[in-house]
């Protein structure tokens, strides 16, 4: 199964397409606002309001042969660690041995932006053809090595 947490998701189309070539349930988990797919694979499921309501309904269910596609990096945390692979939209793939390290990162840079209230330093780099490429040759390689297991 491929689990996608699908608020301001830029690579849903290419899940779709991965999802279709390998017969492979994609649930679609967000709180509204996408648009249904017509594939028949394609759960949409839509979440209460609130904060993080979609990631903790895709970490109560995710387990070991499933992929979530997030760039949430707690979420990705708990998938890896209930035996699931993690992958951001850029294709970059989260790992047991890296998540420790993003987490960390992640909170640095939570405190490097509350102490700058003016937020000078620009923002995460413009999602482009590269980063979708490298997404669809990523997901591709998970979820063969998914399917293999």
Not at 37 to 51: I, K, L, M, N, W
Not at 120 to 137: I, M, N, V
Request: hydrophobic fraction near 45%; proline fraction near 6%.
């Amino acid at each position: 199964m491929i689990y996608v947490d699908a608020d301001a998701c830029p690579v849903k189309a290419e899940v779709v397409r991965v999802a279709g070539r390998y017969g492979v349930a994609v649930a679609m988990v967000s709180n509204g606002g996408i648009r249904p797919s017509r594939e028949p694979f394609v759960e949409t499921v839509v979440v209460p309001e609130g904060a993080d309501a979609a990631d903790r309904w895709i970490a109560e269910r995710i387990g070991p042969g499933d992929v979530c596609v997030t760039g949430d990096v707690p979420l990705a945390a708990r998938c890896i660690e209930a035996g699931a692979v993690a992958v951001r939209h850029n294709g970059d793939a989260f790992t047991a041995q890296s998540i420790g390290t993003q987490l960390a990162m992640r909170d640095l840079m939570a405190d490097i932006r509350a102490a700058n209230p003016l937020a000078a330093g620009g923002g995460a780099k413009p999602f482009g053809p590269r980063d979708r490429s490298r997404f669809l040759q990523t997901l591709d390689r998970m979820v063969r090595a998914a399917a293999r297991d």
